[in-house]
C-alpha cells in the first residue's frame, strides 16, 4: 500500500514562492510515476507537473515557473512554485502511479494554496 502525504501550502502575496512536499511508503519509490495535481472551486482537476526515469513534464501554464524534483532516499517528491499568480490557486495533490505508463492510482488529502493579489 502506498501512503502520500502533502506538507507546503500555505498563503502566499503575488510573485512569492512555496515548495510543496509529498513524502511515499513504499520500498521502489524510485521507481513510481509522481504527479502533482490542483483543483480550484468550480473547476476541474488539472495536470501540474510530473516525473518518473522518462523524464519531466508540466503543465503550459506553470511551465518555467514551478519545478517538479524528488529525493529518492526520502522517499519524497517536491514541487517548486515560484513567481506565483492568484489562478495558481488551489488545492494541490499529490498522486503516484507504480509505473511511468500506468494511470494514477493513489492520491494524498490535498494541500492548500493561496496566493493573494
Known amino acids: 500500500q502506498v501512503q502520500l502525504e502533502e506538507s507546503g501550502g500555505g498563503l502566499v502575496q503575488a510573485g512569492g514562492s512555496l515548495r510543496l512536499s509529498c513524502a511515499a511508503s513504499g520500498p521502489r519509490f524510485g521507481s513510481y510515476k509522481m504527479g502533482w495535481f490542483r483543483q480550484a472551486p468550480r473547476k476541474e482537476r488539472e495536470f501540474v507537473a510530473a516525473i518518473s526515469w522518462t523524464g519531466e513534464y508540466y503543465a503550459d501554464s506553470v511551465k518555467g515557473r514551478f519545478t517538479i524534483s524528488r529525493d529518492n532516499a526520502k522517499n519524497t517528491v517536491y514541487l517548486q512554485m515560484n513567481s506565483l499568480k492568484p489562478e495558481d490557486t488551489a488545492v494541490y495533490y499529490c498522486?503516484?502511479?507504480?509505473?511511468?505508463?500506468?494511470?494514477?492510482?493513489?492520491w494524498g488529502q490535498g494541500t492548500q494554496v493561496t496566493v493573494s493579489s
Open positions: 498522486a503516484c502511479a507504480l509505473k511511468a505508463f500506468s494511470n494514477y492510482d493513489y
